[in-house]
C-alpha cells in the first residue's frame, strides 16, 4: 500500500434506520453484528421511535452493516429505510468498541 492510501484506513458513516424498528431488540442485534466486524461506534433508540447510531471501521465491513441496517435488521423488525450521512475518513477509529447508548 502506497502513502496516499495509508492516509483514509476507515470509513464513518451516521446511521438512522426508519420503520418497525424498537421493540424487537434491533439496538442489540446491530451492537453484536457489528462486534463482530470489528466496527466501532454506537446504537441507540431515538424518542421518534428510529434507531440512531453512528459506525466506524473498514470499508468492506461498513458496506456489509449498510446492507444489514438497509434490509435485514433484527428478527421481527419491518425496516421502511436506513438515512445514511455524514460519510468520512478516518485514519485511526475514535471508538474503543461499539456500545448501546440510552
Given at each position: 500500500m502506497g502513502?496516499?492510501?495509508?492516509?483514509?484506513?476507515?470509513?464513518?458513516?451516521d446511521f438512522e434506520v426508519f420503520g418497525n424498528v424498537q421493540g424487537c431488540y434491533f439496538t442489540k442485534y446491530t451492537r453484536?453484528?457489528?462486534?463482530e466486524l470489528n466496527i466501532r461506534g454506537w446504537v441507540k433508540n431515538s424518542k421518534n421511535g428510529t434507531i440512531l447510531g453512528k459506525m466506524q471501521g473498514t470499508k468492506p465491513e461498513i458496506h456489509k452493516m449498510v446492507e444489514w441496517l438497509s434490509k435485514v435488521g433484527s428478527p421481527g423488525c419491518k425496516i421502511e429505510r436506513c438515512e445514511l450521512t455524514?460519510?468520512?475518513?478516518?485514519v485511526r477509529l475514535d471508538y474503543k468498541e461499539f456500545s448501546?447508548?440510552?
Amino acid at each position: 500500500m502506497g502513502v496516499a492510501e495509508d492516509a483514509a484506513l476507515f470509513l464513518q458513516v451516521d446511521f438512522e434506520v426508519f420503520g418497525n424498528v424498537q421493540g424487537c431488540y434491533f439496538t442489540k442485534y446491530t451492537r453484536d453484528m457489528c462486534a463482530e466486524l470489528n466496527i466501532r461506534g454506537w446504537v441507540k433508540n431515538s424518542k421518534n421511535g428510529t434507531i440512531l447510531g453512528k459506525m466506524q471501521g473498514t470499508k468492506p465491513e461498513i458496506h456489509k452493516m449498510v446492507e444489514w441496517l438497509s434490509k435485514v435488521g433484527s428478527p421481527g423488525c419491518k425496516i421502511e429505510r436506513c438515512e445514511l450521512t455524514n460519510w468520512g475518513t478516518l485514519v485511526r477509529l475514535d471508538y474503543k468498541e461499539f456500545s448501546i447508548r440510552f
